[in-house]
Nanobody
Framework: VHVAESGGGLVQPGGSLRLSCAAS????????IDWYRQAPGKVREFVAT????????IYADSVKGRFTISRDNAKNTVYLQMNSLKLEDTAVYYC???????WGQGTQVIVSS
């Protein structure tokens, strides 16, 4: 199981970013995929999950209404569209196949004015 996150960067409060999670080494379309994040000095926390066919999603309360998780099984990729970003969204963002033990390297998101 291999996942690789990308799309992070520096953005002003209120801005948007789209993160990507490219997967390989497993049958992608069979797995739910989660996004997590870890802010400096804090534990890693759940952000969102998408079902294997993309029909069902769940969000942490802190991002509900601002973030959208989606997937393209033809491209083995999951996306996290992040809008109305806040300072507290600053973190390293990770994706993970539910049930898998391996994590990617993450992608850094910095929200700063």
């Amino acid at each position: 199981v291999h996942v690789a996150e990308s799309g992070g960067g520096l953005v002003q409060p209120g801005g948007s970013l789209r993160l990507s999670c490219a997967a390989s080494g497993f049958t992608f379309s069979r797995y739910y995929i989660d996004w997590y994040r870890q802010a400096p000095g804090k534990v890693r926390e759940f952000v969102a999950t998408v079902s294997n066919d993309g029909s069902s999603t769940i969000y942490a309360d802190s991002v509900k209404g601002r973030f959208t998780i989606s997937r393209d099984n033809a491209k083995n990729t999951v996306y996290l569209q992040m809008n109305s970003l806040k300072l507290e969204d600053t973190a390293v963002y990770y994706c993970k196949a539910v049930g898998a033990s391996s994590w990617g390297q993450g992608t850094q998101v910095i929200v700063s004015s």
